[in-house]
C-alpha cells in the first residue's frame, strides 16, 4: 500500500529502503524525521554525511573549525579542489545541498566546547563521532552518556580503524579507555599518513551503525570494539564491559562536565 505521507518523489528516492521488509515506508519516515550531529567532516566525517544525508536522515548537524587543504582531497571525499581553503562544515553543507534536498543542514563552524558540549549533542537523536582527537572524544563521550544519546565511535591508524557504538544502556568509552594517552604520544595521519580508503570503510560503518539506532534495528557495536585491518582486509571483534567505577557511566556517575580537565589525559576530578 502507497504510503500517502512520503511524496512522489520521495517514494522513488527511497525506493530501495521501501521494499525492505525490515524498514518499510514506516522506517523511511523514521529516518527523514530523524536526526544525527556529525562532529568532524573530514576523513570519517566524509563518507558518514553522504550516506546518512543520501539515506535521508532528515536533519544533520555537521561540526568542524577546520578548512579544508589540498592533501584532505585524497580521502574527504565531499570536498572538491574548488573548496580549498573554505571552512569543512561549509564544504560539507553545500555538499548535502546538493545531494538531497530532504535534508536540512546545520553547520557549525566552531570546535565543541565543555560548556556547550550537553545541550549541542541533546538536540539530537545520534552523535557520529568522526574526530581526530582525544579531547573532543572523551567530551562526547561524556555529554551523550550524561544526556542519554547514542553515539556511534570511529578512529583510524594509517591502515587500521576502529568502531563502536556507545549507548546509554551499555559501557561507555571510558569503560574501554579510562583514561586519554599523553599529548603527542600518539601520532596524527599528518605525521604518520592513512590510506586514502580507509577512513571509507570505517565511516560507512559509523553510517551503518547511526541508521540502526535511528531504525531501531538489529543490534548495534554497544559492548563490543570493532577492529578492522586493511592490509589483510580482516576483522576481528573484542567485547568489553561497564565498569561499576567509571566516573561518567558507573555508579557513582557524574551529572555535568564542570569537573572534567579535557587536557593531558581527560581525567574526571574526584571529590
Not at 566525517?45 to 548537524?61: K, S
Not at 585524497?74 to 574548488?82: G, K, T
Not at 571509507?200 to 585491518?229: H, I, N, P, W
Request: charged share 25%; glycine share 10%.
Amino acid at each position: 500500500m502507497t504510503d500517502l505521507s512520503l511524496s512522489a518523489t520521495q517514494l522513488d528516492r527511497y525506493s530501495r529502503h521501501i521494499i525492505l521488509d525490515d524498514v518499510g515506508p514506516e522506517g523511511q519516515k523514521r529516518l527523514l524525521e530523524g536526526s544525527a550531529l556529525v562532529v568532524g567532516a573530514g576523513g570519517l566525517g566524509a563518507p558518514v554525511i553522504q550516506y546518512l544525508a543520501a539515506a535521508g536522515v532528515g536533519r544533520l548537524g555537521i561540526v568542524d573549525d577546520d578548512v579544508v587543504e589540498r592533501s584532505n582531497l585524497q580521502r574527504q571525499i565531499i570536498h572538491r579542489d574548488a573548496d580549498v581553503g573554505r571552512a569543512k562544515a561549509e564544504s560539507a553543507a553545500e555538499f548535502v545541498a546538493e545531494l538531497n534536498p530532504d535534508i536540512e543542514v546545520e553547520p557549525l563552524e566552531a570546535r565543541i566546547a565543555p560548556d556547550e558540549a550537553r545541550e549541542l549533542v541533546a538536540d539530537y537523536d545520534v552523535v557520529v563521532d568522526c574526530t581526530d582527537n582525544f579531547p573532543t572524544r572523551y567530551m562526547l563521550n561524556d555529554a551523550c552518556q550524561i544526556e542519554g544519546v547514542p553515539l556511534c565511535h570511529g578512529a583510524i591508524y594509517k591502515f587500521e580503524g576502529q568502531i563502536t557504538t556507545l549507548t546509554p544502556e551499555g559501557p561507555c568509552y571510558r569503560c574501554l579507555f579510562p583514561e586519554a594517552p599523553e599529548p603527542g604520544t600518539v601520532p596524527d595521519c599528518a605525521s604518520t599518513g592513512v590510506l586514502g580508503v580507509l577512513p571509507g570503510t570505517v565511516g560507512c560503518l559509523q553510517a551503518t551503525e547511526a541508521m540502526k539506532v535511528l531504525l531501531g534495528l538489529g543490534d548495534t557495536l554497544s559492548g563490543r570494539l570493532l577492529f578492522y585491518d586493511a592490509r589483510e582486509l580482516s576483522f576481528e571483534t573484542v567485547p568489553y564491559r561497564e565498569n561499576p567505577d567509571c566516573p561518567v557511566c558507573g555508579d557513582d556517575a557524574i551529572d555535568d562536565l564542570t569537573g572534567v580537565d579535557y587536557a593531558g589525559g581527560c581525567e574526571v576530578a574526584s571529590d
